[in-house]
């Protein structure tokens, strides 16, 4: 009885420090795709990624590495921070022709 008491106690511990090292491990290789992402936005992307992130083929080892250490739900929440990241960024952006409120053509369909 004393050795299934002592084997389920093992088994309900937590490793903080196995857990923080995987972590770690998903940051370290989010932050390389994402950095090749912007060294490599020239380019033309052809690779689709969760929620409709494309990227170039240049990255998909980086993804591959990505997707490997790191969660899917987070792979899936990162993406969609960045997305959004770039969303606002391209808003923002001077140069872009897309800045701003968007300006919808009113057609009246109703006869006076």
């Given at each position: 009885m004393a050795l299934?008491?002592?084997s389920s106690q093992a088994l309900d511990t937590v490793h903080t420090d196995v857990l923080s090292q995987a972590r770690l491990a998903c940051y370290k290789a989010r932050d390389a795709f994402y950095t090749c992402l912007e060294r490599e936005s020239n380019k033309k992307p052809t690779e689709i990624?969760?929620?409709g992130l494309l990227y170039p083929v240049e990255?998909?080892?980086n993804r591959e590495e990505?997707?490997?250490h790191c969660r899917p739900t987070w792979v899936k929440h990162f993406d969609r921070q960045y997305?959004?990241?770039k969303r606002?960024?391209?808003?923002l952006d001077d140069?872009?022709?897309r800045r701003g409120p968007l300006s919808l053509s009113q057609h009246s369909?109703?006869?006076?």
């Open positions: 299934e008491t002592r990624a969760s929620v990255c998909k080892k990505y997707v490997k997305c959004a990241k606002v960024q391209r808003l140069n872009e022709p369909t109703f006869k006076n």
